[in-house]
């Protein structure tokens, strides 16, 4: 299934943020404490919205051929 550019994008910022603020074990740190404290406030999305983009592959969004023509020129 392939995903809107911009869905992609906010994807890969939600992965950054929980691999940022993530951290297994810990109750100040887990999933729902990382998506309230920063997730939800930036990006107004549920809970289950956020773990679905942490899982999303956004590997297609660095081998688009159309941004390296664009850095090319």
Known sequence: ???????????????EIISRHYEPGRQDRNLRA???RYIEPL???CYKSSLR?????????NNDP????????
């Open 53 to 61: 983009a942490w899982h999303t592959d956004t590997s297609t969004l």
């Open 1 to 15: 299934m392939g995903h809107l550019k911009s869905y992609l994008k906010k994807a890969k910022h939600i992965q």
């Open 34 to 36: 990382v998506h309230r």
């Open 66 to 73: 159309k941004e390296e023509r664009d850095e090319k020129d």
């Open 43 to 45: 990006f107004g999305i």
